[in-house]
Each structure stands twice: as structure tokens, then as C-alpha cells.
């Protein structure tokens, strides 16, 4: 079983920073693309950025120069650094995570529960 728990989410005011980390757990052999996702009150959830497996970054429009996704596979972790919040930016961020697993070498998508950013004025 693979667990995701993602931390670093809060109260900031506008143009604030802050860091998610999501940490996986478990039964895990290797890491494909890792990202995070967001999903504001009322709305779809929408990717935020991912990373591959080769370190390929990938933004939404909206995040681009101001939020830098980063992976560290010894320690199981991605991370997502965000600089110039903006009010938009409050929402349930949850990371998403493509594990495989050891022999037979399954290739499965597990997400968090989700961590709250709330951008204040």
C-alpha cells in the first residue's frame, strides 16, 4: 500500500510564499511524473505543474514564474514552491504521484487528501 501526505499549506497575505511537500510511503520500486493539482471552491480540480521522471517541468499558465515544482526521489518527495500568491491561488492543493511498484512492476496513480491554501488580502 502507498500512502501520500502532503504538508505546507496555510494562511498567507497576498504576495506571500509558501512550500507544499507531498511524501509518499510504501510498497514503492520507482517514481514516474509527479504533480500537483488545485481545486478552488465550486470549481474542477486543474493541474498546477508536474514533473517527469527526467525532471521535465511542466506549469499552468497562470502559476508560470511564479510557482517552481521540484522532486527529490531519495527522499520520495515533491515539492511545489510558490512565491507572488495571489488571491486566485487559494484552493485545496493535492499532489499526484505515478508509483511503481516492485515485481510484477505496476504502474499506479495515487493522489493526497489535499492540503488548504487560503491567500488573503
Known amino acids: 500500500q502507498v500512502q501520500l501526505v502532503e504538508s505546507g499549506g496555510g494562511l498567507v497575505q497576498a504576495g506571500g510564499s509558501l512550500r507544499l511537500s507531498c511524501a509518499a510511503s510504501?510498497?514503492?520500486?520507482?517514481?514516474?511524473?509527479m504533480g500537483w493539482y488545485r481545486q478552488a471552491p465550486g470549481k474542477q480540480r486543474v493541474l498546477v505543474a508536474d514533473?517527469?521522471?527526467?525532471?521535465?517541468?511542466n506549469y499552468a499558465d497562470s502559476v508560470k514564474g511564479r510557482f517552481t515544482i521540484s522532486r527529490d526521489n531519495a527522499k520520495k518527495t515533491v515539492y511545489l514552491q510558490m512565491n507572488s500568491l495571489k488571491l486566485e491561488d487559494t484552493a485545496v492543493y493535492y499532489c499526484?504521484?505515478?508509483?511503481?511498484?516492485?515485481?510484477?512492476?505496476?504502474?499506479?496513480?495515487?493522489w493526497g487528501k489535499g492540503t488548504l491554501v487560503t491567500v488573503s488580502s
Open positions: 499526484k504521484v505515478r508509483i511503481i511498484t516492485p515485481p510484477p512492476y505496476k504502474t499506479m496513480d495515487y
Open positions: 514533473i517527469s521522471s527526467g525532471e521535465t517541468t
Open positions: 510504501g510498497s514503492i520500486f520507482s517514481f514516474g511524473t
